[in-house]
């Protein structure tokens, strides 16, 4: 019997979808230590675009706020964080999801996800088009 489109690897996703979410977080500006942080606590936008980003060691470049927030809601749409929320409603914090943290401990012990290639960056803007067309 072959396997189908819908098999579930141990950790309960389907194996594209945790392929996706790989390709994304390496095709994202954010450092490892971002990632462990959430996995303590929700951390604010603020503090991880800018120049308060770069200083608190979340970006591996510098992003503005805009784009820090974009990249931030596509590892949303692929299921590695989740906003906070809050008495109020949503707040602008972030932490892991069960997913987020499965990636994270494969690569907790590196300061940097692996570098992205052309396919992996291609693949990314690809999922982002695909995804965006249902929105």
Aim: aromatic letters at 8%; proline letters at 4%; glycine letters at 6%.
């Amino acid at each position: 019997m072959s396997p189908s489109k819908t098999d579930v690897t141990s950790n309960g996703y389907e194996p594209q979808i945790m392929q996706r979410a790989e390709v994304a977080l390496r095709c994202a500006p954010f450092t490892v230590k971002l990632f462990a942080d959430m996995a303590l606590q929700g951390i604010n936008l603020r503090a991880i675009a800018g120049n308060e980003g770069v200083k608190n060691q979340y970006l591996t470049n510098f992003n503005n706020l805009i784009a820090t927030e974009n990249s931030l809601l596509w590892l949303i749409q692929v299921g590695i964080l989740r906003r906070e929320v809050d008495g109020q409603g949503i707040t602008d914090s972030f932490r892991l999801t069960p997913m987020g943290h499965l990636l994270l401990d494969k690569w907790r012990s590196h300061s940097n996800f692996p570098s992205a290639s052309l396919g992996d960056r291609l693949q990314n803007l690809w999922a982002q088009i695909q995804i965006s067309r249902f929105l």
